[in-house]
């Protein structure tokens, strides 16, 4: 679901009351005797109102549609929410009699909670007439050949997070405002709306499982949308609209983004809901309908282990003074890595059963005659019922189309890479290659099959090739990691290859089984080296998809 929040038009509007006076008048004792700068000389403008606001939210769902119900959003204070409050730094711009843009030459602050603020415009009441016009426009740097003309907006395409939640930073990606002064009955009076003409974005990540969440910081997120989202030549019409024009001002570089990079504080991500004060992060664009692809890199405080989040949000109708909250679940897709038990041949129960220490490593405890653990159990684990045959293994060894990969896990509520095998699926080497299931069990080549079941192959067994090229589509894939354990510390040592018992285990004065094994160049359905009797090694045991 995405959530879209309005500026109401009476909360958007900035109302701000200007009090004018010419140079010499008694309006400079009003000032906050503390100030010690000397407060120049000129017109006085003063605001009581945040340089913008957001209280009510409508939610939306996925399609986009509005919901039935709307809810009350509560003004954040300052520095801790959409609110963004007043700074010394800011500065306004008026237009005179004579057409020129005037900037601001003063700004005081003149309550605690920086809601309310005075400027000071240059010359003298004469100079400015009921209905001219003002513009709250700071995105220009003074190296622009633009810098002098708020008609010119710069949104930028680099939005740093330095503070979850935090809007102040609001003026300097591009946020703008316009309006008209008008004279009250109050003599040399004015009062202004400043109209919003940019689109805003909060995005909301979450992630839902919590031990995961105690271990990962957000690092970085990317915006990615199917057309222009910031320039820094944007015109800022008298109507108050914000658009990219064809071409640019004479002088300008053409410079126009259709991504957005954030570099993040670190924000933590221990929230299993929303919680805009852990992470929200706020986005300036241009107005219009976008296909948005959000990603959110995560890294593992632990491990070490960075990984991006990729999110796509279509037909997000981004309106001016507006701003749509995007949730984003971050670990939806990131799937938890099941533990891989070793087992002895046709033992009743894994390796480590019964056998691990408080900090989850193995206590190196082997198996004797007996022991539930050792080989050839008069009850084998019911996962020996589920592995391959080795008729099956030749198939996926030869026509598996094993592509080596790195993948991301969760194990034991961190972040891991995970080297391995994406292999096809059995039902989509069926299809194929042309065989029924029947034919894939119980025997290999499709033409002159030789069956293998219950019984050992022959050295060199079947051999395949392992790609290295990136494997694009894997919904028809699965995926075998390489083998791996639990060492000191909470960490995991990992091997450069994988093995997996395969049916058919021969009992003689020399002992074979037969196994999957794998690295990054090759893939074989092939015997174990033969062995003294009672002297098997513990592989993996699991079922192939």
Known sequence: MRLKTYFNAALLCLAVSLFAACAGDNLADNNNKENKQEIPQGVRFTINEPKANAKSRVVINEDGTVAAKTRTFITHTPGMGADAFWSDNDYIWVKNNAGVWKKSIYTAITTPDKKHAMFILPGKLSDYSDGCSVIYNMSQPASSPLAGNPEYLRIDHLQPKNRPNDFSDAGAWGDAGIGKAKLTDAPGEFVFQLAHGVSYLCLLPRCENAALGQNIILKKVKLLGDHYLTATFCNFAADGSVYIPSTPPTGVPSAMYGNIDSDVANFPLTNTTQDITKNGCYFIIVPGTYNFTITYTIKDKVTGIETNIEKKVNGVDCKAGEINDIPAWIDKDLKIQPPLKYYYPMAAQDLYHNHLKA???????????????????????????????????????????????????????????????????????????????????????????????????????????????????????????????KIAGGLYSFAPDGEYWVGGIYFGSLTFANIISFNSSEIKAVQTEPFELYSFSAYYARQFE
């Open 359 to 485: 900090d989850g490593t193995y206590d190196g405890v082997e198996p004797q005659y007996g022991d539930d653990r050792y080989w050839g159990s008069a009850t084998p684990n019911p996962v020996f019922n589920t592995i391959p045959n080795l008729n099956e293994a030749r198939w996926y060894a030869a026509k598996g189309d094993a592509h080596w990969a790195t993948i991301t896990r969760v194990m034991d509520g961190h972040l891991w890479h995970i080297n391995g095998i994406w292999l096809k699926k059995k039902a989509k080497i069926m299809v194929d290659e042309g065989i029924t299931k029947e034919q894939m069990e119980s025997g290999y080549p499709k033409n002159n099959p030789d069956d293998k079941r219950d019984y050992y192959i022959e050295l060199p067994g079947v051999v395949g090739s392992v790609s290295s090229a990136p494997l694009l589509n894997t919904s028809d894939y699965f995926f075998l990691p390489v083998l791996y354990e």
